[in-house]
């Protein structure tokens, strides 16, 4: 329904150039989007705080009057309790940044809903300029050269999205999920700093400096840090920081703050014992805006002696070590980690792969975009989408070993060449590069996942768990990993059908990945418990999405040739899958 109102009727939500009925258009677009459509719930959010504000009603948009207009038809919701409305504040938040990434990142008006108010605000997409646009590059559709300006406009956009997409921490820690090893050291969480910058290229810096601390931090082993992706919005919800030693185990919490003046900027800092409360140590560290580099060295260093980490040899030199001065580079890398993950969308997967090769014609130096275009190369092979296997393992293999050259401390660069190794059938190559991966970066949770991944692929599945469990500690949140799937995947093929069931379920509950390469495994799980019926349905799902996936050969890369493969196949084509032959 169009709105008889102007934009100068309305209160201040938006700029008064845009009309409420092309807000309203753009609502419709968001709300028939594959990231809000499965959502009533988001769907209702969305539709409620627009319509307030169209109204002229923001400041009735509370908590409360969310909770009771969305939420007061579930039986289990309780007015007096905020907490549904936070966390599911933080999924719309998500939901919107992935829309505005994907399906609608050629929208002309982008609605986001700020952390600390659920108010929602409008804005008209900044329009590039036509001769700053990249045409074709490496043979993949829609790639090319951008001019820097142009670029690191893109980028700011892109990571200002991540920051407005913050999470919120739910429990993730039944039984099931094997204990990752435990030692007696500290397991610190980094939490966004506040900043008095009113610009957000100054925004995109602060959060570039706690992500890069986070980086730094994972290249120990004497110390635990939480992945960037899992802690994103929890300096608005207090009770999640109190939950998180009582839910993962946190025992150090370090928050700040940045103000500037000028060039000049200051970062007070502090580190908090999680358990008792107590501040460890606080200081106020100077640095430049144009240069925070040493800011991030100086924090690292700060925590570090704070918690008197013992280094083991090469680690000191790690903490210090940059593998790009290229803040711009930087950016596009970090992107295109966002962005690969799930990786069994193709379209997402080729766009950060041109991410990744943007990240290295700005600093040919940098290994983190030849690792990328590795991963995004093998992983073709992986979902067997690619035309030609051979030529994208060559590829997979060529890129990561050039990473390896480049950054011998960039452990990114030994993970993807075991990854790709792994797929050669190179086994004891593919073993001996994602040791020296986890080596060189134990604290990293994609690491983690690509050692265990490799071992499921090198018959060794009951080894994978610990791997596996360790990444899902340090990264519990994000919902887009395929950890719980792979750890689903590690139990099919040591025959625990039920923990694999569980594992399936908890990450359809969360909204993580799933599709034809789930399905197949979900299937075989549901029919090897006794539960035709259902497995039977699991099957009419993924046939109704893609009838052509080839599950023997998805299932072959995980179970290897032999008996199991074989029982499960005959399972599957029990339950009404079609041969392919």
């Known amino acids: 329904m169009k709105s008889s109102q102007s934009a100068a009727d309305i209160r201040h939500g938006w700029p008064h150039d845009i009309d409420p009925d092309d807000i309203r258009v753009q609502l419709d677009r968001v709300l028939a989007s594959p990231e809000l459509s499965g959502s009533r719930r988001l769907q209702a959010f969305l539709q409620f705080v627009v319509d307030e504000s169209l109204a002229g009603r923001g400041e009735r948009i509370k908590g409360f009057t969310i909770g009771e207009a969305v939420f007061s038809g579930d039986q289990d919701f309780d007015p007096q309790a905020g907490a549904i409305v936070r966390v599911e504040a933080g999924r719309l938040r998500r939901r919107l940044a992935e829309y505005y990434m994907t399906e609608g990142r050629e929208d002309p008006i982008l609605i986001h809903v700020p952390k600390g108010t659920y108010e929602p605000e409008f804005s008209r997409r900044e329009v590039v300029p036509a001769d700053s646009t990249f045409t074709g590059s490496a043979g993949v559709a829609g790639s090319g050269n951008f001019s820097r300006p142009a670029y690191a406009g893109t980028a700011i956009l892109l990571l200002i999205i991540m920051v407005v997409a913050g999470r919120h921490l739910v429990g993730n820690g039944r039984a099931v999920i094997p204990d990752a090893v435990r030692t007696s050291s500290p397991f610190v969480v980094v939490l966004p700093f506040e900043s008095t910058f009113a610009s957000g290229v100054e925004e995109r810096l602060a959060s570039g400096l706690v992500e890069a601390i986070i980086t730094k931090l994972s290249n120990l082993s004497g110390l635990s840090v939480m992945a960037h992706a899992s802690i994103l919005g929890l300096e608005s919800d207090p009770e999640s920081v109190v939950a998180l030693n009582r839910d993962f185990g946190v025992t150090h919490i370090l928050r700040g703050s940045l103000e500037s003046e000028g060039n000049r900027v200051r970062a007070n800092v502090q580190l908090v014992d999680a358990v008792t409360s107590v501040t460890v140590w606080a200081d106020s560290l100077d640095g430049t805006l144009d240069n925070l580099l040493d800011l991030e060295d100086k924090i690292a260093g700060q925590v570090t002696t704070g918690l008197s980490v013992q280094f083991k040899p090469g680690e000191r030199d790690r903490l210090l070590h940059r593998h790009t001065s290229d803040a711009e580079a930087l950016a596009f890398y970090r992107q295109g980690l966002l962005l690969v993950i799930p990786p069994n969308d193709m379209t997402r997967v080729l766009t950060a792969r041109r991410l990744f090769q943007r990240a290295n014609e700005l600093d040919p130096e940098f290994a983190g975009g030849y690792a990328g275009q590795s991963f995004t190369h093998t992983v073709t092979v992986l979902f067997v989408s690619g035309t030609d296997p051979t030529k994208e393992l060559e590829l997979g293999v060529a890129l990561a ?120 495994f979900h299937a075989s799980a549901l029919v090897e418990l006794g539960r035709a019926r259902e497995a039977r349905q699991v099957i009419d799902k993924m046939l109704r999405s893609r009838p052509d996936f080839p599950a023997e050969a998805w299932l072959k890369f995980y179970l290897g040739p032999g008996d199991h493969l074989d029982s499960t196949m005959d399972n599957l084509y029990r339950l009404g899958l079609p041969s392919n032959e």
């Open 401 to 520: 070993k050039k990473a390896i050259d480049k950054d011998p401390d960039f452990g990114m660069g030994y993970a993807n060449l075991a990854f790709a190794h792994a797929f050669s059938g190179e086994v004891e190559k593919s073993l001996e590069y994602s040791s020296r991966a986890v080596a060189v970066q134990p604290g990293d949770a994609f690491v983690q996942f690509l050692r265990a991944v490799v071992l499921i692929l090198s018959r060794q599945p009951d080894q994978a768990f610990s791997s596996l469990s360790e990444a899902i500690r340090l990264d519990p949140v994000e919902h887009r990993t395929p950890y719980l799937n792979m750890l689903g995947i590690a139990y099919v093929a040591t025959k625990q059908y039920a923990n694999a069931l569980e594992m399936f379920e908890r990450n359809l509950e969360r909204g993580g990945p799933s599709g034809p390469h789930m399905d197949v």
